[in-house]
């Protein structure tokens, strides 16, 4: 051996150690020869009282001489023996000592032995530590790896060995690159060299553990090591510790990609939405591709059929980390049948997961022989599960491996049904709303007006936005309704509530709106009539079937207004609105002082009209407060970024509407709005004739002459003869039933209108005349001869109106 002496410390725990242990000797015969210090400390004879001597006199107790010659006689014919033996101490006691004692071999052919000595308590624990580390190194599962200070394999156990796919004595000198991917080990590498530096021990730490003999399996250990220091403080080495934690870290992969699709997934109330989800909850943790097939009527959001084998079924989503244009897949949205032998079908005829470990060009699934999937991308694993949700089957979910080595395995198809089975709900519930809402908004466009009507007196233009909510429907309307006299109702109306209830409820207020407007009647007389009927609604409500109270129609809103042409006037009666907004055709922009009603259900309070005078090209916004009444400012603020949105005349109706919903609303407002905006139209006085006709016998007859002479002017001679008949008979009853002053007027409008005004408040009825009766025909006749008629009341009086259609003007080159 050529070089430095390297020293070595002894263990402080060792009780064999220089500094620990008894040392004796003893010749041939039994006479002890040397005796060391320590003997001294510890025995309690000096050498002096010992050396020359016997030892079997000095150090064995007389009653323990039989058992100590039995050890005697078998050291002697082993050359050398280990054990624990009791010696007398020289205070008079036994002490056991662990004795070690060999043969040592001196010149002249003579031998002597030499023994080593320690309290027995010592050596008994000793060896425990030495059955420890050795059970370490043999039988332990962890696995245990000694490295130096140059993080060069000293030792390795038998579990670490075989991971490695080595034997325990192969591994010496060699480094953790030589048997993990680079990556691996050089993680690895860096956390010993840290614990090597700080002296911080590293404790169960996870990570990625390939072997370089099989790179693409998936493997993880949890990684502990320390660092090794002697009895001096200099360093050793490092120890690593490694347990295999691949199915642990497999298993809380799965709970974690459990836990984030029960988050990720129904964060929304949309079929497709929630089936993408789906989809993207198994790619990549899962599958390297997903796809999510629904029955075709499921799609739709109808009820599936209760068996779901046999039926079409479309793609709905499909996530994979593959690009889409390489993958031989339907693509999203397609529709296709699957044949009744393929796994496909037989999942959804069966409701049970179907597990294709492996496929390759030998075995591909049924259903898809014509897609080269091994080949193509080398899908090599397969699992489609069932989505069934209250005992309906939905559709089936799919998943495949590619990239991904490790086929599917039962625990994949434990962690796919329940994914499945989580989605599948999500899925259902979105279905059925998308039925329910589906129903609702189909019940409330048939509700509202689908168009409105062209009507000479305004131009229009309306929104309407529902709330971002559930249903998606609200109890807000609006209408425009022609009314006598070339005068046009404009109307907005809000239920409170959201959803089909309040949808109900706003179609019963709306078509009583229409029935009180045919009627004639007053905007505060509308009111009251309406204000009657959501009482009745309010009490007509039935309890559920629990017995508790269902949902009350606490009250509605309304603003009704008539506008007419002839006069400009608007007549505007509120319960509970908001007030309308006004801009002149200059632009000035202002919000009338209207008296406000209580809203429709409270009773007992009476509603008031206000008339207003509007300039020709004025516009009237009438809307709920949805678009007023904002989370982040109240109704004033609303109100006045309302008026901002209007201070810009001249612009076309429509592109007005959307721009206030687009500066007033956010994307999915929370309460549902409704808006109108008229702009109005004047009838010029060239087509308005009025007279004063006196109650006498020659008024029908002067009522003819003036109703020809003006239909001539108007070049209206076509109407003349039939228009000279409804004036007459309209007169004729006025003067012979009324009495007092007949106002006669005639209107050239998008028709033709007679309007006769009388002091009397009693309206004439049309009835069919008996053979014997002298009169009784004409308003019979009025009814044949008009396209429409009817009465209106005044405060004082009435007035019986007819509309005629007006002829159609000729066409170009005929007479």
């Known amino acids: 051996m050529t070089g430095s002496v390297t020293l070595i410390s002894e263990s402080p725990e060792d009780p064999f150690s220089q ?88 010149a002249g052919g003579e031998y002597e032995w030499y023994a080593v000595g320690a309290p027995a308590a010592e050596v008994v624990q000793w060896e425990i530590d030495r059955s420890v580390m050795d059970g370490l190194f043999r039988a332990s599962p962890i696995g245990l790896s000694v490295h130096d200070t140059d993080l060069r394999i000293l030792r390795v156990n038998r579990a670490i060995a075989h991971i490695g796919g080595i034997r325990p004595s192969q591994a010496r000198g060699f480094r953790i690159g030589d048997f993990l991917v680079r990556e691996d080990a050089d993680l690895v590498e860096d956390r010993l060299r840290k614990v090597l530096e700080t002296g911080t021990p590293l404790i169960f730490t996870e990570q990625s553990c390939r072997l370089l003999s099989a790179p693409a399996e998936e493997r993880y250990v949890a990684v502990s090591a320390f660092r090794m220091q002697d009895a001096t403080g200099r360093v050793q080495g490092v120890t690593l510790m490694v347990e295999d934690v691949t199915d642990r870290y497999r298993a809380q992969r799965r709970l974690a990609l459990l836990s984030a699709a029960g988050t990720a997934i129904g964060t929304t109330l949309d079929v497709a939405t929630t089936a993408d989800e789906l989809a993207a909850a198994a790619v990549p943790g899962l599958a390297d591709c997903a796809s999510v097939d629904l029955l075709e009527q499921v799609s739709r959001g109808e009820e599936p059929v209760a068996d779901g084998s046999g039926g079409a079924v479309r793609r709905t989503a499909l996530h994979s980390v593959i690009p889409k244009a390489d993958l031989p897949m339907f693509p999203v949205g397609s529709l296709n049948v699957f044949p009744g032998d393929s796994v496909q ?56 491996r590619s990239r991904l080595p490790e086929p599917f395995e039962e625990d994949d198809l434990t962690l796919a049904g329940e994914l499945a089975s989580r989605a599948a709900v999500s899925i259902d519930n979105a279905r059925r709303f998308t039925q329910q809402r589906r129903t609702a908004v189909a019940l409330q466009r048939r509700l509202l007006p689908r168009e ?139 919000v009338p002082d209207l008296p406000v009603g209580p809203p429709l259900g409270l009773g007992g309070l009476p509603f008031e009209t206000a008339e207003l005078t509007l300039p020709e090209g004025s516009v009237v916004a009438l809307y709920t407060n949805g678009l007023i009444d904002g989370a982040r400012h109240d109704v004033d603020a609303g109100l006045a970024r309302l008026c901002r949105s209007l201070d810009r005349p001249g612009r076309p109706l429509d592109a007005m509407a959307q721009e206030i919903v ?9 309460d549902d709005v409704a808006l109108l905006l008229a702009r109005t139209k004047t009838l010029s006085s060239r087509l308005v004739a009025t007279w004063e006709l006196s109650a006498e016998a020659t008024a029908p007859s002067r009522a003819r002459r003036l109703t020809a002479e003006q239909l001539t002017a108007w070049g209206l001679d076509e109407l003349v003869f039939t228009t000279e008949l409804i004036v007459s008979e309209l007169v004729t009853n006025a003067y012979r039933y009324a009495g007092g002053p007949v106002t006669l007027r005639l209107i050239h409008h998008h028709r033709l209108i007679c309007e006769v005004t009388d002091p009397s408040s009693t309206s004439p009825h049309l009835r069919r005349a008996r053979t014997t009766d002298e009169g009784g025909r004409g308003l019979l006749l009025v009814a044949q001869l008009t396209e429409r008629w009817g009465t209106r009341h ?11 259609l007006l002829p159609d003007p000729p066409r170009d080159g005929t007479v």
């Open 19 to 106: 500094g620990r242990a008894v040392s004796v000797v003893l010749d041939t015969h039994g006479l002890i020869t040397g005796w060391s210090g320590r003997a001294e400390e510890l025995l309690g004879h000096s050498a002096a009282e010992v050396l020359g001597r016997p030892a079997i006199d000095v150090l064995v107790p007389p009653a323990d001489r039989a058992t100590v010659l039995e050890a005697v006689a078998a050291c002697v014919r082993d050359r050398g023996w280990f054990g624990v033996v009791p010696v007398r101490a020289g205070d008079g006691g036994t002490l056991g000592f662990g004795v070690r004692a060999r043969l040592v071999a001196r």
């Open 794 to 804: 005044a405060r004082e009086g009435k007035t019986v109106w007819t509309e005629q």
């Open 452 to 590: 409105l009507p062209v009507h000479p007196a305004v131009v229009v233009a309306h929104r309407y936005m529902p709330a971002g909510g559930a249903a998606g429907v609200g109890g807000d309307w609006f209408d425009v309704i022609p009314l006598s006299g070339a005068r046009v109702a404009l109307v907005v109306g809000d239920v409170v509530g959201h959803g089909i209830n309040a949808a109900a409820t706003m179609g019963r207020l709306r078509t009583a709106v229409h029935t009180l407007a045919d009627l004639d009647l007053e905007p505060d007389e509308v009111l009251s009539h309406l204000d009657d009927l959501v009482t009745r609604l309010a009490g007509e409500q039935e309890p559920d079937q629990e017995g508790t109270p269902g949902e009350q129609v606490v009250g509605a809103t309304c603003l009704y207004a008539v506008y007419d042409p002839v006069s400009r006037q608007c007549c505007i009666a509120r319960a509970g609105h908001p007030p309308p907004v006004l801009v002149t055709p200059q632009g000035q922009v202002s």
């Open 662 to 670: 687009d500066a007033l609303l956010p994307a999915r407002p929370a």
């Open 345 to 400: 079908a037989r999942c959804l005829a069966t409701r049970r997961p179907v597990l294709e470990p492996y496929i390759d060009s030998s075995h591909v699934p049924k259903g898809y022989e014509h897609m080269d999937l091994a080949g193509h991308n080398g899908m090599h694993s397969l699992i489609v599960v069932p989505l069934t949700a209250r005992g309906l089957v939905l559709g089936f979910m799919s998943l495949w």
